[in-house]
């Protein structure tokens, strides 16, 4: 346990501040993919998919205007429910690479101090700056893959949550 974690902080000093930066983002994007996941599979949408159609079965009539204006806000609310943290997870996402990026740009600063410093004979110092600015740069892209993924499978799982509950939601008497 205690070489993983020396080899984990080994990379984590290779790649700079930048990529302690990245790691805090992808701890809190993955905190939010979990809630997520956890509300859609553990019943917490179960529950309130549950009170929806209760409020909605427990109406005497079903076709007035004020009828159809209660199943709009029923469907309302449960859309917001369902889509809560949606936007900051897909936030989130669009960041890591951008935070890759900018850990490039550090990383690059430091090669060509080392070439001003040096007058670009150090090659062994101008190659920990290379690295220093590819492993964010590499960390970024990884890190929004995952999220991409659990997003579009989240949202997925939220579509198809809302049509089902639209269907449930029926006037037919």
């Not at 989130?92 to 040096?118: D, Q, S, W, Y």
Request: aromatic share 8%.
């Amino acid at each position: 346990m205690a070489e993983l974690l020396d080899t984990i902080m080994a990379f984590m000093d290779k790649g700079g501040n930048v990529l302690w930066i990245i790691a805090t983002l992808v701890f809190f994007m993955w905190t939010l993919i979990v809630e997520r996941f956890i509300y859609f599979l553990g019943g917490g949408w179960k529950s309130d998919r549950l009170l929806a159609v209760d409020a909605w079965e427990d109406r005497a009539e079903r076709k007035s205007w004020n009828a159809k204006q209660i199943r709009s806000k029923l469907l309302s609310e449960s859309r917001s429910v369902i889509n809560d943290n949606m936007a900051l997870i897909a936030t989130c996402v669009a960041l890591c690479p951008l935070l890759g990026l900018l850990g490039t740009v550090t990383g690059m600063i430091e090669v060509f101090n080392v070439m001003a410093v040096t007058g670009g004979g150090d090659a062994k110092s101008m190659a920990g700056g290379v690295e220093r600015s590819t492993i964010p740069t590499m960390a970024g892209m990884v890190a929004a893959l995952s999220g991409l993924f659990a997003n579009t499978q989240l949202q997925r799982m939220a579509l198809r949550e809302q049509h089902l509950l639209e269907d449930q939601l029926t006037s037919d008497h």
